[in-house]
């Protein structure tokens, strides 16, 4: 039987060349990555973008561009008034690898079953504030039951309010929580259509133009509603990427140095409010008696992971979730963890 000489070339190549596309793929993947897309809630009252904390300081001085530039691959800043829950809905559908969140967006996806692998901590024990139209009378959360109170559903403030409430022994039931997003909820307040809402640095703007009484934060509560932040990957990309991964959290570390510096306090006070639209006396005021060494640390401590841990608890008690996972089995292979203490003592 005679066969061409192609014939006869596909006949032997042909399992050598399966051998090989079955072992390209991870390899192409990786060769193939253009940019990393990273998901942030926008929490600005202007028009331009602001995350707050690491976000607002990697971007300003621009650490992943220049450290990804050499390597061809640009990172895509994608901001979300949405917040968490759009944030959660972009990884389900492959749009996003990299998400900045606060803790109960975080725990709902990874919850739901989105595959999220944890990477740092972006913030601890941040405070949030009860809002209340002037003149109301409201002074404690025992005052908000059967008022109109605006929460945004999904996100770490629900949970931050839901501790907070907790902690009174109350329970959302308890009052009419209408779900505003941030801006949505100021300008409702600020129109009194609502009674209070519940959330972060954004109420105080509305104080400073007498819109608003701020009658008590999660530090009058002992800490009780205060916000743990993080910044999670898609499962996919951890696998595809590992060493892409542990470079951006390498160039980070950079960015947390800064930000965890007090001294840099006032410079960043006015990146901030010059990103978000805030006036920076309102900043100066949520970080008086702050320090930014204590509020901005990445690592995922005990202490970290353990209230990280309460959080998912939370969550599933207050059926904001079906079921509590374990936090220390979220963990990415490349998560920033405390350094190992060194051995005391010598051989004798």
């Known amino acids: 039987m005679n066969l061409s000489l192609n014939r006869v070339f596909s006949l032997f190549a042909a399992p050598t060349l399966a051998a090989v596309v079955g072992w390209l793929p991870a390899f192409a993947v990786a060769a193939e990555l253009k940019e990393i897309r990273i998901a942030v809630p926008d929490l600005s009252a202007g028009t331009q973008h602001s995350g707050g904390g690491i976000t607002d300081v990697l971007r300003d001085q621009q650490l992943l561009e220049k450290a990804f530039a050499a ?12 917040a968490g829950p759009v944030i959660n809905e972009a990884f389900a559908n492959g749009q996003v690898d990299i998400a900045y969140l606060g803790d109960l967006a975080a725990i709902i996806g990874k919850a739901n079953g989105v595959d999220t692998r944890l990477l740092a901590a972006t913030g601890r024990n941040i405070k949030h504030y009860l809002g209340v139209v002037p003149g109301s009378g409201i002074k404690t959360l025992q005052d908000l039951k059967g008022k109109r109170v605006a929460v945004f559903r999904g996100t770490a403030t629900q949970l931050s309010f839901d501790a907070a409430l907790a902690s009174q022994g109350l329970s959302e039931k308890d009052l009419k929580v209408i779900n505003l997003d941030f801006n949505a909820a100021i300008a409702a307040l600020a129109a009194k259509q609502i009674d209070a809402t519940w959330g972060s640095i954004g109420i105080s703007a509305l104080k400073e133009r007498g819109l608003a009484e701020l009658p008590l934060s999660t530090r009058d509560l002992g800490g009780a509603g205060n916000v743990q932040a993080v910044v999670v990957a898609s499962g996919a990309f951890v696998d595809a990427h590992p060493e892409v991964v542990a470079k951006l959290l390498k160039v980070q570390q950079q960015g947390v140095q800064w930000l965890t510096t007090d001294s840099n306090k006032d410079a960043y006070i006015q990146l901030v409010s010059g990103l978000a639209s805030y006036p ?23 202490d970290f992971l353990a209230k990280l841990q309460q959080s998912v608890d939370l969550a599933a008690a207050q059926r904001l979730i079906r079921k509590p996972f374990k936090v220390d089995q979220w963990l990415a292979p490349q998560a920033i963890r405390p350094a190992p203490v060194a051995q005391l003592g010598g051989q004798g």
Request: net charge negative; glycine share 8%; aromatic share 12%.
């Open 71 to 82: 390597d061809g691959i640009s990172i895509q800043w994608n901001y979300f008034k949405g």
């Open 280 to 302: 920076p006396a309102i900043l100066q005021r949520d970080l008086q008696g702050e320090q930014l060494s204590q509020l901005f640390p990445s690592t995922l401590d005990a």
